[in-house]
């Protein structure tokens, strides 16, 4: 669980630096995930949700994002990217 919540902490970190607004909020059923709002790129996170799920939520936006490689992350952090379906 302490690793969930460091990559998550770190995930966090990393969508910020790379512009991203993050919005963390009951979203009900929702899972949560990559919108547009106002014009701004936003991913949205179910507060609701377990930890690991609101991960996987990010590191499906990171994954798909080339800056994200130009990025300094954790040998842990890059390993889930590179293992993750798309990375």
Do not use: K, W
């Amino acid at each position: 669980m302490d690793d969930t919540l460091g990559l998550l902490e770190e995930a966090l970190q990393l969508a910020r630096e790379l512009g991203y607004h993050v919005r963390e909020e009951p979203l009900g059923d929702l899972p949560g995930g990559p919108c547009v709002v106002g014009g701004r790129q936003t991913i949205l996170l179910n507060l609701q949700s377990p930890a690991a799920d609101r991960l996987t939520v990010l590191l499906t936006v990171l994954v798909r994002d080339p800056a994200v490689a130009s990025q300094p992350v954790s040998r842990l952090l890059a390993g889930r990217l590179q293992a993750f379906p798309g990375g």
